[in-house]
């Protein structure tokens, strides 16, 4: 079925491991983004990509990396987590730049 | 900086009208979106406006005025199920989405 399907949906991991979060989209669509969400800031942007291998930085990307090798598929990679990255994480996608976004059903990443 | 103030909770009874109010300071404009998040759940697309004037979709209508940097959704005959929380983003010049930090929709009984 066409869509967005992010994984894992839940993740527990333990301080300074590296963890990678999937998205992948069927859509075709040249953008993609990656937020984090958490109480009291709403939507914060992470990174997102225009295209495959063009990819920049959004609000909060400090401790994040990802790529886009193919157009349907953004990976997010947290390369040593730590406990202040535990949120939950929205991958989304656009057709356009004034589009509205589809998102995933996001992963819900705990750091201990 | 840019900001988009939104109340953080707001209440209404099932079968009512309730108004959530958006205002936006933004560098340029590119157009307005509302979203609506369910507990748990990813947020969806509800409404997109650029122009002034009252989009209306359904039990639900947007508003813009882009003078005032002034949005609203309205939602008529209430149902429970409209309990959630409701996302205002704006897109500014460089084509950015600025978020709202969303307003907790509660309806009662």
């Known amino acids: 079925d066409a869509g967005i399907t992010q994984s894992p949906r839940y993740k527990i991991t333990e301080t300074g491991r590296q963890v990678t979060l999937m998205c992948h989209q069927t859509w075709s669509h040249s953008y993609m983004f990656w937020y984090r969400q958490d109480l009291g800031h709403g939507l914060r942007l992470i990174y997102y990509s225009a295209a495959a291998d063009i990819t920049d930085k959004g609000e909060v990307p400090d401790g994040y990396v990802v790529s886009r090798s193919k157009t349907e598929n953004f990976p997010l990679t947290l390369e040593s987590a730590t406990r202040s990255q535990t949120s939950v994480y929205f991958c989304a996608t656009s057709g356009e730049v004034h589009s509205p976004l589809h998102f995933g059903n996001g992963t819900r990443l705990t750091v201990t | 900086g840019q900001n988009i103030d939104q109340p953080t909770e707001m209440t209404a009874t099932e079968g009512a009208i309730v108004q959530i109010n958006c205002t936006y300071q933004?560098?340029?404009?590119?157009?307005l979106f509302w979203y609506q998040q369910h507990a748990g759940e990813a947020p969806t697309f509800l409404s997109y406006n650029v122009l002034d004037g009252l989009e209306e979709k359904g039990r639900f209508s947007s508003f813009l005025s882009r003078s005032k940097g002034y949005s609203y959704l309205l939602l008529k005959e209430l149902q429970m199920k409209d309990s959630a929380s409701y996302l205002c983003a704006v897109t500014d010049s460089n084509y950015q989405l600025i978020w709202g930090a969303g307003t907790k929709l509660i309806i009662k009984p």
């Open positions: 933004t560098s340029g404009f590119n157009g």
